[in-house]
């Protein structure tokens, strides 16, 4: 079946640093991957995501790029800021019978940026 | 431009009562999918709907979930006999159909006693 494997946190990191977050994924066909964020107190949101091999997603600063020789899909982001603490969530859809596109997420990596 | 929402936001059971989770999808959208997250995990899939089909139902854990959407707008899921193990947040989600993006509701998170 599908599965998504990400970096275990929480992760904690100073204003301005740099930040990976590694996601992979197994799957049968050719999913579509995304990087949803779940801020304190709130429901989940789209952050980025990507369809077909080679295509980077990107929003916010944030990026993640399509790689289907190594079956990844890493988040990266140049400069972290405080307000981009949150969980953030890796998951890949896929066709699973008829039309069900089901969501398949990793386990969730808490960021936390201090000042 | 209302999303996804969900009542109650918060609901405490009685280890054995029934209860009933709301879903308002955004409008026109086809899809709509239930998921539980547990503390400290990934949402996993529950069941999936198009218009007032049920076309998915392999990730109910077990018979005593119910799920419902039968004007193809609102759906309900209904949770019998509640267990101590159902304590999880229950994330709506609904998209236009296919690949389109799932956008999601804010959750309601049952706490069972």
């Known amino acids: 079946g599908n599965s998504v494997t990400q970096m275990e946190g929480p992760v904690t990191l100073s204003e301005e640093a740099f930040l990976t977050i590694n996601c992979t994924y197994t799957?049968?066909?050719?999913?579509?991957l995304f990087w949803y964020v779940q801020y304190p107190g709130e429901g989940l949101q789209l952050l980025l995501k990507a369809t077909k091999a080679d295509d980077k997603g990107s929003n916010k600063g944030f990026e993640a790029t399509y790689r289907k020789e190594t079956t990844s899909f890493h988040l990266e982001k140049g400069s972290v800021q405080v307000s981009d603490s949150a969980v953030y969530f890796c998951?890949?859809?896929?066709?699973?019978?008829?039309?069900?596109?089901?969501?398949?997420f990793g386990k969730g990596t808490l960021l936390t940026v201090n000042p | 431009g209302a999303g996804v929402s969900q009542s109650p936001r918060y609901k405490v059971a009685k280890r054995g009562q029934d209860v009933a989770l709301r879903c308002d999808p955004i409008s026109g959208h086809v899809s709509l999918f239930w998921y539980q997250q547990a503390l400290g995990q990934g949402p996993e899939f529950l069941t999936y709907?198009?218009?007032?089909?049920?076309?998915?139902k392999s990730g109910l854990p077990s018979d005593r979930f119910f799920a419902e959407r039968p004007e193809g707008s609102v759906s309900t899921l209904k949770i019998q006999r509640t267990q101590q193990e159902d304590s999880a947040v229950y994330l709506c989600?609904?998209?236009?159909?296919?690949?389109?993006?799932?956008?999601f509701g804010p959750g309601t998170r049952l706490l069972v006693l």
């Open positions: 709907f198009q218009n007032e089909a049920q076309l998915d």
């Open positions: 998951a890949l859809s896929a066709l699973s019978g008829g039309s069900n596109y089901k969501l398949t």
């Open positions: 799957a049968t066909g050719y999913p579509s």
């Open positions: 989600a609904s998209s236009l159909g296919g690949k389109e993006t799932q956008y």
